[in-house]
């Protein structure tokens, strides 16, 4: 009788679980605190005549992109990009062969190509990300990423997304929030998939950005990427740039990273309702575990403020029932 | 009974009139060509199964600012502004009373301010648009916009707006159109008014600015303005910030002088439908009658350039039935 029962119950539990699950606007999060926390809040800024109320205008969110909505390892995937492009335009660039870093991308050394520091990255992205037309950028960024493919998962970056990052997008959508993304890497290397990936229009994308040049060529006005930095949106530059592109204050804020920190304070300092949360990388086996002494999205002082400030701190490993979408099944 | 008969159709013409205006969506605009090329447009690239057809997520309409959705005559509003701020902060500035523009300011004489060119401009726009932080600049253009009087007409500002265009937001906004602002005008004296102005958001807004730095005062960050240009929204700087910050090419495009014509040549060049318009300020009796050797507003190759590819010029005198809102009725 009693293993009848038990059976009966793990049946029902069967039955119910996905049910319940269906109706969880982010099912890929356990259930548990930090969850608790997201809900709670977009609870109480939601519901009219609560005191914490936020008007439907005033609910902005903005999200970092390289490690809180899709993953930054081995290498930030604009990197990967600029190397990959190295290649595609050196038959332009026949001094590549001999002077470096060209010379070691192109012989496959990255170690080699970065040993230069910034120094050797800037030679990368200089000669990568301008130059051309914008539309010529565009392009090029579209072609690599229908094409390219994760060095370790071997799936293509726009699988590389955070899938309980994806549901918790479309939950705040569904609660009247416009979504930004506000992220350190090229605001035009997001914008062609960022609306496929995360649902975020291009217009709602702010990033780093190099100076643009207008121009007629033969008669058509052509905007032309220059060598030259306009913006470098991470640390003070992301409440900057915030206050440029967006001019209101974020209710929500999401990063990973000391280069959000200067963000999630400029979000907790607004009167009324605030939310800040932090993803933390803790999960060697399913994705990888960083934090205070990695060169990839340093997490040092940003976590200590958040322990201090009780802001949400997502421990990737136990919070998340997933990391990656679903791998789309072959031919449909 | 011809009298009766005329006397009856005055009355039906009467009645029917007023009804037929209330279906139109922009009723202070003339009948006739200029409007036509508008709701034709308009009904084009909305119809579904049309050749001309614009999805909704592609549907971005840019309108420059001054002159176009609101006056911009004797001077430029924000330099009324910026005028009044020199006499509002003069008690902290005794240095003021000896050195000029800020001397001619404070002793009202505007022409004597302004005989310094570009350099007094700059002068007097440094004094007052930096050395504060955000929150206070918004502070001080909040309580001016609700308190200055336009010089000739006595009006606030926000009543100096243009009703015909105002209509035609709210027209463009029901058809599905993300309405943006793009304009010479600074984007923090913009922000603090428009949407009740327009019904157009804070983070619909793109314009000229000044750098911002972020600190931490008393353990609260700030955005402190500096007296540094950080982008001159005007002629090529327009299309550069359209990329920059709406990251999609308009489909439609409304200006009123040179300063517009980089941003109209970049719309009218995208592929499919696009809609390029300049206001032509054509009224001395209800408003002002400038063009090509305005100082302000200065309309010279635009308006060639849009008689050449018939783009569609709004004859302020004989296409809009009214130029300003009614005067609200005391007391409401």
């Known amino acids: 009788m009693n293993r009848t029962i038990a059976k009966l119950a793990a049946v ?37 005549g609560s005191p914490d109320f936020v008007k439907p205008s005033e609910r902005i969110a903005v999200f970092d992109n390289d490690g809180t909505l899709w993953a930054e390892q081995p290498m930030y995937f604009q990197l ?37 520091g910034e120094k050797a990255i800037l030679a990368i992205i200089a000669a990568t990300h301008s130059g051309m037309t914008t539309e010529e950028f565009e392009e090029a960024v579209k072609q690599w990423i229908a094409t390219a493919r994760h060095p ?41 998939w960022v609306e496929a990936a995360y649902g975020i229009p291009p217009e709602q994308v702010v990033g780093s950005s190099v100076k643009t040049k207008f ?41 990973n990273s000391d280069g959000d920190l200067r963000m999630l304070q400029w979000t907790a300092a607004g009167k009324g309702s605030r939310f800040c949360l932090i993803v933390h990388h803790t999960d060697a086996q399913r994705e990888y575990a960083y934090d205070r002494e990695s060169h990839i999205g340093k997490l040092d002082k940003a976590l200590d403020e958040a322990k201090t400030r009780t802001w949400t701190i997502v421990d990737m490993k136990t919070d998340w029932i997933a990391i990656y979408p679903p791998a789309p099944v072959p031919g449909r």
Chains 1, 2 share one sequence.
């Not at 969880?24 to 709670?40: C, E, L, R, V």
């Not at 913006?231 to 209710?251: A, E, Q, T, Y």
């Open 12 to 48: 029902i539990l069967s039955l119910v679980g996905p049910l319940a699950r269906a109706q969880d606007p982010i099912p890929s999060w356990n259930d548990g605190a930090t969850k608790k926390s997201i809900t709670d809040f977009v609870a109480k800024v939601t519901k009219e």
């Open 152 to 192: 370790v998962t071997g799936r293509p970056y726009t699988e590389m997304i955070y899938q309980p990052m994806r549901e918790l997008l479309d939950y705040l959508r569904a609660s009247g929030f416009k979504t930004y993304i506000v992220s350190g890497g090229g605001v035009e290397f997001m914008r062609p």
């Open 80 to 116: 990967a990009f600029a190397l990959d492009r190295v290649k595609a335009l050196a038959p332009q660039h026949p001094e590549w062969k001999e002077c470096e870093p060209f010379k070691s991308v192109l012989a496959g050394d990255v170690k080699a190509a970065l040993a230069g």
């Open 215 to 255: 121009e007629m060529r033969g008669g058509v006005p052509v905007l032309v990427k220059l060598p030259e930095l306009g913006s470098l949106d991470d640390g003070p530059g992301k409440p900057v740039n915030i206050n440029l592109h967006i001019g209101r204050r974020p209710v929500m804020a999401f990063g």
